[in-house]
């Protein structure tokens, strides 16, 4: 995965958790049978894991979920977003898309597998698969923080502003990750005022992220370099001067 790619993929993977609480849940309904007992035992275990962080241990578990009932979307979903997690974005895409071929598919599963094609770099397919997840939950931040990033990661800086924008207004937790890469998609049509100003927030919001302090660097010294009307070019910016 690219450098580039890597300063808009801020994504945090802890959103795709909502839509899968119901195996965590600690009781046993009465009509649960004892392989059905074993992989919630087994999930929990998983979820326990990798609260922690993603560590070989945690990926074993939830290869043994997945491997036990392939058929199971949740089971799915964990075990993809943890192979996308430790690098293995191949392996993750090919554990997903018999779901995401499914329109039916919920629009979690779908936004990990859009997820997984930005980090494998397949930008189109991520993009268009996001948009079909937004399509059954619109009001989803995440959803539009993968479609920006899609869009960013193909040059589409306009659209992708739109996008960040509309992940902020939807957005629930840490927004720093979104308004990084808003101001990133604003920095590269040389709106570069509003690009520090959002960077500028983001960094008063979380001071320790250090991607946001070089980025806040990198566009005030384009703003010093390069002398613009802020309503004038809106040329694309040179991606190497994101990193």
């Not at 491997?67 to 964990?78: L, Y």
């Not at 001071?207 to 566009?219: G, K, Q, T």
């Amino acid at each position: 995965m690219t450098k580039t790619l890597r300063s808009f993929l801020l994504i945090s993977s802890g959103f795709l958790t909502l839509g899968l609480t119901a195996c965590q849940t600690a009781s046993t309904p009465p009509s649960m049978n004892e392989a059905e007992m074993v992989d919630r035992a087994l999930i929990r275990a998983a979820d326990q894991v990798a609260a922690q962080g993603i560590t070989q241990d945690s990926l074993q578990i939830l290869e043994k979920v997945y491997k036990r009932n392939p058929q199971d979307p949740e089971g799915a979903v964990r075990y993809a977003r943890a192979l996308r997690e430790t690098g293995d974005a191949t392996k993750a895409a090919i554990v997903l898309k018999p779901f995401a071929e499914d329109p039916n598919t919920s629009p979690v599963l779908k936004m990990e597998y859009a997820a997984v094609q930005l980090e494998a770099g397949r930008y189109e397919i991520a993009e268009e698969t996001v948009r079909t997840a937004l399509k059954q939950e619109p009001e989803s931040g995440y959803g539009y923080h993968l479609l920006g990033t899609a869009q960013a990661a193909q040059g589409l800086h306009e659209d992708a502003e739109q996008s960040f924008r509309k992940a902020l207004a939807n957005w629930t937790g840490d927004p720093v990750p979104v308004m990084n890469n808003l101001a990133l998609s604003l920095a590269a049509q040389h709106k570069l005022d509003e690009a520090v100003d959002i960077l500028e927030q983001a960094k008063e919001a979380d001071p320790s992220r250090v991607e946001i302090e070089r980025n806040l660097r990198i566009v005030k010294a384009l703003q010093e370099t390069f002398s613009y009307e802020p309503s004038a070019g809106r040329g694309d910016m040179p991606v190497s001067l994101k990193e």
